[in-house]
């Protein structure tokens, strides 16, 4: 008998995280304990408010946390603004996990970079957390992330004990202006404070995602550095509804971002049409 | 008309022209050319019906700005509706229409169009008016039978829309998902939520050119609604459609003048 | 393949026959507006036969204008309960399909089913019986042989029907078409293989596979997408009609505390299929926007399933309020 992909599980919010203006990161369990949930970093999911709709995040936990799952959103339309009135204890839909993850297991023994800006943090952060609770499996893990502010930084305290390890390198950064008083980081655009700070292509594995521009600009510091398309990695966002490849909303070409990506080699990126 | 086109481009009165050509069926179908070469696939004759008014609103068609429009008398009418509301102040027109005469008359400034529109004004079609004055001699709930039937076959695919001039707001209610005012999916109850609103929406505004129901591929007759609307607002307040240059848009002016028998 | 005759005469018996058994028959019908469309019948009086194409497809059989999901309704203790009406879907004959049909239905099988199931589709799919009529006619939006078909083909079918002088010839395709004819055994009579060719239409073509094939590969980068799309009015009318677009929008209907999930039919012609929440479109133009069906019909599907999506049915080309046509567009971007 086929799974119904279009039946959401129900999950109910455990704890609610304000992490800058507009933005929420919801921790999630399932209602059901029999509901056998298992996903791969990289994977996203179709978040519900009944009545409102569905609307797609990546999932921003890792599998190697047990008992829960987090999302991080942007209130901007109809769903995320209902997501965001929810509260603790609240019951929503979540179907999934969907999509194609990160090959992490190919990444034993590399460097990985990661480089995103402002909300592209959430989906890089189920792979920060995975190599980080692995951290022996991999090579050198660097950092580089930014905000247009101080404010708009996502996952705070986390950035703190990432800073505070030592087997972590974090470039953090903030656009001109947006620096407070007390900022002690970067100022800079994260592009400039990857070309201060070039991160060797040798055995390494870089991860870009965010806002378009990030993308555009990081590339060709990335190609001075020596990193083969083959060798960087995004998750690409398009507008989705069934998340399974059926309803057509997501297709760049013949590709289908909910299926056959989110994730893709900047290669694999560069022979679709550039319609995303 | 060929001849016409051929020199409009040429000389640069016309950057693109809008007109009709003929399909493999022999149909007439919009065409836009933009050399004077192309100008021998124009066609017009009675057949060729479609408003090409509304391709106006067309980026591709405003980023050329001087156009030529080959118009038939809906069409002139939609675009005086169109001036007097302002919103082709960015192109400059050149229309081309035939007479009942059958000759070319070429109308190159909006006081032109609005001398010929008004001197040959049209009456409501025969069809329309055999079919407006069955709908009103029946009984309510008969034409309340009669629209459920009708609107259970729309499929929402918003044709109807997509052929109007009128329909030119960037963002449509329907589209509208804070709230959401319309239902998307195609039930009966939604599609008559969608087809009322745009009655409303085109009341005192629409010309009855009818291609909304002429062009509807479930065959409903949806111009009926808007024609009746307009037919009841011209009672009401007076004035014309897609008469005059000046914006006498029933539905946002108030006179002091105006009746107001109906509040009861 | 099982071949049997049926006498004209007895075609509404067949038919009535099905509705008396409780089957639910979808057929043809002629409306007041002139136009034909696939509608439940109560009997086989009420079924249109002289007509070139109908205007919507059938695909409303398999995969509905509107469609439920499932039903919620908020619990005391925040829970939902979720229903939904798969096991309520009737045995369904679908009648007088025409061969282009029934290549849609075979393209919506593999489409719907192939990969992630879709139980819906399944639950509707595995109830319908598809019975089709070969052409006789044809007009000149029709182009199936165009697209590896022609007007006899029993690619997609349960049952093939070709009327041949006062009587039928029937060509049992499927076990579901056989098990059909077997609730009428009395009403077939046993025939060796007959030709249809003189009973067929014969609809010009306008190009082959091989030169789809050849050279699709070059008709992204077209400079003739512009000219082909500018008539465009961004309506749903050609994917509505047509019998393989697949495209939905899902949406809740209801309150946050009860209320439906509904999936319903959407186009990609439509402004705002792909607009981000953001406001970002990445198919910001018409012309962009027609590339895409075109080329989803004719490249895409065919590296994603193996096949082209079109059938050469032409009903997007007869629904078009401008009557952009299909072929003459690919002809002109490949080349």
Redesign the interface.
């Known amino acids: 008998m086929?799974?119904?992909?279009?039946?959401?599980y129900?999950v109910?919010i455990a704890d609610i995280i304000d992490e800058a203006p507009l933005v929420r990161t919801y921790r999630l369990e399932f209602?059901d304990p029999t509901a056998n949930f298992t996903f791969k970093a990289g994977q996203f999911a179709e978040y519900?408010?009944?009545?409102?709709?569905?609307?797609t995040f990546c999932i921003a936990s890792s599998p190697t946390r047990e008992g829960y799952l987090e999302c991080t959103f942007r209130s901007?339309?109809?769903v995320?603004?209902?997501l965001a009135n929810c509260e603790i204890?609240?019951?929503i839909?979540l179907r999934g996990p969907f999509g194609k993850a990160f090959p992490i297991e190919e990444w034993y023994g590399k460097d990985i970079v990661f480089i995103t800006g402002g909300i592209g943090l959430p989906p890089l952060r189920c792979v920060i957390w995975n190599v980080l609770d692995q951290r022996e499996k991999f090579g050198k893990v660097s950092i580089y992330y930014g905000a247009r502010t101080v404010a708009d930084l996502v996952y705070k305290e986390e950035l703190d004990n990432w800073k505070k390890r030592d087997d972590v390198d974090l470039f953090l950064t903030v656009d001109p202006g947006g620096e407070t008083k007390d900022w002690k980081d970067n100022v800079g655009f994260v592009p400039t404070i990857i070309e201060q700070n070039l991160p060797s292509s040798t055995n390494a594995i870089a991860i870009v995602a965010g806002p378009?521009i990030l993308i555009k600009m990081s590339m060709p510091i990335l190609a001075k550095c020596g990193f083969a398309n083959d060798k960087i990695f995004t998750t690409l966002?398009?507008?989705m509804?069934?998340g399974?490849?059926?309803?057509?909303?997501c297709?760049?070409?013949?590709t289908y971002v909910c299926?056959d990506g989110p994730v893709f080699t900047y290669e694999e990126v560069l022979q679709m049409?550039q319609?995303? | 008309m060929q001849d016409k086109a051929a020199e409009l481009l040429k000389n640069g009165t016309v950057n693109l022209l809008i007109g009709f050509s003929e399909d493999l069926g022999k149909r007439p179908v919009p065409c836009f050319i933009e050399t004077a070469e192309e100008a021998n696939i124009l066609v017009f004759n009675q057949e060729c019906k479609n408003n090409l008014s509304v391709y106006l609103h067309k980026k591709e068609v405003k980023d050329a700005v001087k156009i030529g429009l080959v118009s038939n008398i809906a069409t002139l009418r939609s675009v005086m509706q169109l001036l007097s509301e302002n919103q082709l102040w960015s192109l400059t027109i050149t229309y081309l229409t035939v007479n009942t005469a059958g000759e070319l008359v070429v109308l190159s400034s909006a006081e032109e169009l609005e001398a010929y529109v008004q001197a040959n004004f049209p009456t409501c079609r025969a069809e329309d008016k055999e079919m407006l004055d069955k709908l009103n001699a029946m009984t309510r709930a008969e034409r309340w039978a009669y629209w459920k039937d009708q609107l259970s076959e729309c499929v929402k695919c918003y044709a109807c829309r997509a052929v109007c001039p009128m329909c030119y707001c960037t963002v449509c209610t329907t589209e509208c998902?804070?709230p959401?005012w319309i239902k998307t999916s195609a039930e009966t109850s939604g599609n008559f939520e969608y087809h009322t609103m745009r009655a409303m929406h085109l009341g005192g505004r629409c010309i009855n050119c009818g291609e909304c129901g002429r062009i509807c591929p479930a065959g409903i007759p949806v111009h009926l609604l808007t024609a009746q609307m307009n037919l009841e607002i011209e009672q009401e307040f007076g004035g014309k459609t897609g008469w005059s240059l000046k914006s006498e848009y029933a539905m946002n002016s108030f006179k002091p003048g105006d009746k107001e028998n109906f509040i009861k | 393949m099982e071949l049997k005759l049926l006498s004209t005469s007895d075609i509404a018996v067949f038919v009535d026959g099905l509705l008396k058994a409780g089957k639910v028959v979808v057929a043809p019908v002629l409306k007041q507006s002139g136009k034909v469309f696939f509608k439940p019948v109560q009997s086989f009086a009420e079924v249109a036969t002289d007509y070139i194409q109908t205007a919507f497809s059938a695909k409303e059989v398999v995969f509905p204008k509107v469609e439920e999901?499932?039903t919620?309704q908020?619990n005391e203790d925040?829970?939902?309960d979720?229903k939904?009406q798969?096991d309520r879907i009737p045995e369904t004959v679908v009648w007088g399909l025409r061969p282009c049909d029934a290549a849609g239905f075979d393209y919506l099988n593999q489409?719907?089913l192939k990969?992630?199931?879709?139980?819906?589709f399944?639950a509707r799919y595995d109830k319908t019986t598809l019975v089709t009529v070969s052409c006789s006619k044809c007009d000149e939006s029709c182009f199936c042989t165009s697209v590896d078909s022609h007007p006899g083909d029993t690619k997609g079918s349960d049952i093939l029907l070709t009327a041949m002088d006062g009587k039928c010839y029937v060509e049992v395709i499927t076990d579901n078409g056989l098990a059909l004819i077997n609730s009428a055994k009395e009403l077939f009579t046993s025939t060796d293989t007959l030709s249809k060719e003189a009973f067929l239409a014969k609809p010009a073509t306008h190009f082959s596979m091989d030169e789809i094939k050849d050279k699709i590969q070059y008709a992204?980068a077209s400079a003739e997408w512009k000219h082909a799309s500018m008539g465009c009015y961004s309506c749903g009318a050609c994917a509505f009609a047509c019998p393989t677009c697949?495209?939905?929008?899902?949406?809740?209907e209801?309150?946050?505390?009860h209320?439906k999930?509904v999936?319903c039919w959407?186009a990609?012609g439509m402004s705002q299929?792909?607009?981000?929440?953001?406001g970002?479109n990445?198919?910001n133009t018409q012309t962009?926007r027609r590339r895409?069906r075109l080329?989803?019909k004719f490249?895409?599907s065919v590296?994603?399933l193996g096949v082209v999506s079109c059938v050469g049915c032409g009903r997007c080309i007869r629904v078009c309020p401008s009557h952009l046509n299909i072929f003459e567009n690919i002809l002109s971007v490949m080349n």
Do not use: W
């Not at chain 1, 086929?2 to 959401?8: A, F």
């Open positions: 086929d799974t119904n992909q279009y039946i959401p129900q109910r209602t519900g408010v009944f009545g409102e709709g569905e609307s901007s339309g109809r995320t603004k209902a204890n609240d019951i839909g378009p966002e398009n507008r509804k069934c399974v490849g059926k309803c057509g909303h297709t760049v070409g013949k299926k049409p319609e995303y | 998902n804070q959401q | 999901l499932f919620y908020h925040g829970s939902l979720i939904d798969l489409f719907f990969e992630n199931p879709d139980v819906y399944k992204y697949t495209c939905f929008d899902i949406q809740d209801g309150t946050q505390d209320g999930r999936r959407d990609c299929f792909t607009k981000h929440a953001s970002h990445p198919r962009e895409q080329m989803h490249k895409y590296e994603n």
